[in-house]
């Protein structure tokens, strides 16, 4: 089972910075594709940004020039760098990450979700 633990989260002015963490963990063989997505209130969950293994990047057009993805494959962590943040960056941000894990009936896919973590910009 692979589980997802987010951190950095939180409140800040417009124009502020933010630097969010994902780390996986449990049985993974590998890590392919891993990303953030966000949710606003009353609108639908969209894609931030995503990074393959290969380190190819993936950006919202929203975001492009301000948001940085990046990852460590050691420490099977992802981080999403926030600058020049906007009001309407306001959402929950979820990581999603993808691989493959190990079980009990050999290698198996596998996607997960984090439990998300709220950032506010405030005007």
């Known amino acids: 089972q692979v589980q997802l633990v987010e951190s950095g989260g939180g409140l800040v002015q417009a124009g502020g910075s933010l630097r969010l963490s994902c780390a996986a963990s449990g049985s993974i063989y590998s890590i392919n594709v891993m990303g953030w997505h966000r949710q606003a209130p009353g609108k639908q969950r969209e894609m931030v940004a995503t990074?393959?293994?290969?380190?190819?990047?993936n950006y919202a057009d929203s975001v492009k020039g301000r948001f940085t993805i990046s990852r460590d494959n050691a420490k099977k962590t992802v981080y999403l760098e926030m600058s020049t943040l906007k009001p309407e960056d306001t959402a929950v941000y979820y990581c999603?990450?993808?691989?493959?894990?190990?079980?009990?009936?050999?290698?198996?896919?596998?996607?997960?979700w984090g439990q998300g973590t709220l950032v506010t910009v405030s005007s």
């Open positions: 999603n990450v993808g691989g493959v894990s190990i079980t009990t009936w050999g290698y198996r896919d596998f996607e997960v």
């Open positions: 990074i393959t293994r290969g380190d190819i990047t």
